[in-house]
């Protein structure tokens, strides 16, 4: 039988390829917006504000008449980049940790676990909270908030994924020749459990936006004059009757793009475990 | 009349056909078994008779069932005992419970709870397990409750399908002999399913081969086993009788590994406030391996053979005891084993699918060990690493491919050719046919022979198949609740045993 690349697999898989189209076109206006937007989003233009939509504004423009679609764009940028680092930091640290703590047992194992239960037993948003109100509120430290409740997440992945493998016999004969425990962590462990830790990213980075969302939303993530999916939903707030355009628009930029990853990571979990696809539970695409 | 009569029966998947124009046909009493290896479609043929093939599955041919219109075929006349008895009894329900479902659905009319009794009692288990559930009771004791349910209905069939695969060797003796009997009195017939051809020449009249979905012989069992007319049968049944191969040229050697008050304890897990608990693994443990010399290792499972296999190949560590290993010696208070002894010693592990990491290529896998030399030149790794492939058969264009596009028994040869890279004085080698078909079982066995021919390896051989054992080695050991409990020269062994389990084990022997 003829192996397919994985990613050719997951292209058959629908939920994937929605996601994927979704998550592709959002990245896509990140990027433009680095060098391009319809309008400067730094010029107030009083006169035009609340603009409907029209030729010139297509989604028209805000309450200081900046260009919506601009500001639209610059925001997803944004939300995508507290989003994509504060994942980098969950797994730069979760992973080894985790990897870590599945390699040697005992007692460094039992301090991990210990670690990540005494981060979960917070909720999410109320240590992003304390951890704004302590550095002051910004876009920095909305990452780093975020980042440091990505880390048990990734770490309990990382371990699971590699405790079961540490049972394998390849291991008991990379331990025959002489390998390290760092050496099989990163020679056998870490390439096997990495469609796992991937599909994982994909969902953190749905949450991160929702996060972050949610912290600008209160003010305690990105700042003015700077903008942000949250931020654009905060300052619609005060106008929402008079102009609900106004929240709408970031409103479901935000579930669309948080629908986008999730449908991505989902189809990537169906694709890449092999768990799933020998209970034959999977093959929504037939 | 025939109870079943299944006339060309090809099964096939889209256009892929599994099982090739099969005929059997059983009488009421006949017992007959489907021989085959993994991938044979022996266990499609059976579902086919009790309509349980999976709706994928497209059918020619014709199944002649001798029931009367309209009533269940399933259960009421032909039962069915599945290959893995964990999965096939419902764990959240009492296991008399579950005998009474059956009886419930099929003899509406009769007084249960007497005649769960009964069929416990048939079974040979006490009264008391119809309480149980079915994590509470062993293998062979779920497998008999597989039975009683097959049994409720009184059917006049009853297909057994691998039923003692997943068991040890005295309970697969045990089974089979009880198979047989619960036969003999309801005047059963049976459709027995094995890969094991000496399960199969125990209990059955008439045997059918499978190769590859086809039925390459089929004959009585004397017939069969006494002239075997395909060249398929015959590889089958030289399998099952491995040659008996000894050193010729080469002489057995000094002292190599030597064992000495070897013991290990595990801690069962528990509260941290209660009474620790622990299970003795291995207690005080001495052996001896020569140069060259093949050491069997025997012993019903749960014996330790394995903890002890692994302590040897320094995968995990004594509690008590040094063992001394090629002027090296180490253990408890003795520190760790060294570097240097570890390139001297290498393992080829049971399951040929497990030993290689599936994102690695077989270059990567086969140079592994060398970082055990770092000394090495490139060439001189190269050289290696191809020496060994030629060593054990393959060639060194097959590197650059990844496991899965290996066969069982491939893997294994690549399996035997990673131990080879070191050029250790000892190998490990852990139950290494018993995941193999049989019929390539015999060129394995034929390879390790060589190899100790040839280079003067020493083995430690740890296996269930006595009949293996008794082929490929010198000496034995039997295990036994974590202790040595008999060793010396293989015949005399296995012609005089003296400890009880030995006498088990050799009692439960299903030859051929």
Redesign the interface.
């Known amino acids: 039988m003829a192996?397919q690349s994985t990613f050719v697999r997951a292209l058959h898989h629908p939920s994937f390829r929605l996601g994927l189209l979704g998550s592709a076109l959002f990245v896509l206006l990140a990027l433009i917006s680095l060098v391009w937007t319809p309008h400067p989003t730094d010029i107030v233009d009083i006169p035009n504000r609340f603009a409907n939509v029209n030729a010139n504004n297509w989604l028209g423009t805000d309450y200081l008449g900046r260009d919506q679609l601009s500001l639209l764009m610059v925001g997803i940028a944004s939300s995508l980049k507290v989003a994509l680092l504060a994942v980098a930091i969950g797994a730069l640290i979760g992973v080894p940790l985790g990897l870590m703590a599945a390699a040697q047992r005992g007692w460094l194992e039992a301090v991990i676990l210990r670690f990540n239960d005494f981060i979960f037993a917070f909720p999410a948003i109320i240590s992003a909270i304390i951890i704004t109100t302590l550095f002051g509120p910004s876009a920095i430290n909305a990452m780093v908030a975020i980042g440091i409740f990505n880390i048990p997440v990734f770490a309990r992945v990382a371990r699971g994924g590699a405790l079961s493998l540490w049972t394998?016999?390849?291991v008991?004969?990379?331990?025959?020749?002489?390998?390290s425990n760092a050496?099989i962590s990163l020679?056998?462990i870490m390439?096997?459990v990495a469609s796992l830790l991937i599909v994982q990213a994909t969902i953190q980075l749905s949450l991160g936006v929702l996060a972050e969302a949610g912290l600008s939303y209160i003010g305690l993530g990105t700042q003015p004059p700077d903008t942000s999916l949250g931020l654009m939903l905060k300052e619609a707030q005060s106008f929402f009757f008079g102009f609900p355009m106004q929240a709408i628009i970031p409103g479901m930029a935000i579930v669309l793009f948080v629908i986008s990853f999730n449908l991505l990571g989902d189809g990537l979990r169906d694709t890449l475990d092999p768990k799933l696809t020998k209970a034959g539970g999977v093959d929504v695409a037939g | 009349m025939s109870l079943v009569e299944v006339k060309d029966l090809s099964i096939g998947f889209g256009d892929h056909t599994v099982v090739h124009q099969m005929s059997l046909s059983i009488t009421p009493g006949q017992r007959v078994g489907v021989v085959g290896e993994s991938g044979s479609g022996k266990s499609l043929t059976a579902l086919s008779i009790i309509d349980l093939l999976p709706e994928s599955a497209n059918t020619t041919g014709e199944i002649i069932r001798n029931v009367p219109a309209g009533e269940s075929l399933r259960g009421k006349h032909i039962g069915m005992v599945f290959q893995e008895p964990m999965t096939a009894l419902n764990p959240l329900m009492r296991v008399g419970d579950q005998i009474r479902e059956a009886l419930e659905l099929h003899l509406p009319d009769i007084d249960f709870t007497a005649r769960v009794s009964e069929l416990i009692a048939e079974v040979d288990l006490p009264a008391s397990v119809a309480k149980r559930y079915p994590h509470e009771l062993s293998g062979g004791q779920r497998q008999r409750i597989g039975l009683a349910i097959a049994l409720a209905g009184e059917p006049e069939l009853l297909i057994a399908d691998e039923p003692t695969s997943a068991l040890d060797m005295i309970t697969q003796a045990q089974i089979v002999a009880l198979i047989k009997r619960v036969c003999d009195t309801h005047n059963m017939a049976l459709l027995f399913i094995s890969h094991d051809l000496g399960a199969v020449a125990a209990l059955c009249e008439h045997v059918h081969v499978l190769e590859k979905g086809k039925c390459v012989e089929s004959g009585s069992i004397e017939t069969v086993l006494k002239a075997p007319q395909e060249a398929y049968t015959q590889r089958l049944i030289a399998a099952a009788r491995p040659t008996r191969r000894r050193l010729k040229t080469r002489e057995i050697g000094a002292p190599l590994l030597e064992l000495d008050g070897i013991s290990k304890r595990f801690k069962l897990p528990g509260p941290f406030w209660a009474q620790k608990a622990y299970v003795q693994a291995l207690n005080d443990i001495s052996l001896t391996i020569r140069e060259s010399e093949c050491v069997g290792l025997v012993g019903p499972s749960g014996c330790g053979k394995t903890t002890l296999s692994r302590i040897i190949?320094?995968?995990q560590t004594a509690q008590r005891g040094t063992i001394a290993f090629d002027q090296h010696t180490y253990g408890r208070k003795l520190g760790e084993m060294p570097?240097a002894a570890?390139r001297e010693?290498?393992?080829v592990?049971?399951?040929p699918f497990?030993?290689?990491?599936?994102?690695?290529n077989m270059a990567q896998?086969l140079y592994?060990?060398?970082?055990?030399m770092p000394e090495l030149g490139h060439a001189e790794r190269q050289e290696r690493v191809h020496m060994a492939l030629e060593r054990v058969g393959l060639t060194p264009d097959m590197l650059g491919r990844h496991p899965?596009a290996f066969s069982g028994g491939q893997r294994q040869r690549l399996?035997i050719a990673?131990a080879l890279v070191l050029r250790p004085k000892l190998v490990v080698l852990d139950e290494p046919v018993s995941a193999l078909d049989v019929s390539i079982r015999g060129d394995v066995l034929e390879l390790l022979a060589d190899l100790r021919e040839n280079f003067g390896i020493a083995y430690l051989f740890v296996s269930h198949d006595l009949d293996v054992v008794r082929a490929v080695a010198d000496r034995v050991l039997v295990m036994d609740k974590g202790e040595i409990v008999e060793q010396g020269d293989v015949d005399t062994v296995f012609d005089a045993p003296k400890a009880r389990i030995t006498q088990q084990l050799l009692g439960a022997r299903l030859g051929v």
């Open positions: 192996e394998l016999e390849y008991d004969a990379a331990k025959l020749s002489g390998l050496q020679r056998h390439p096997n | 190949a320094g995968l570097h570890r010693l290498s393992m592990f049971q399951d497990g030993s290689f990491d599936p994102r690695l896998s592994e060990p060398l970082y055990l899965h399996a990673r």
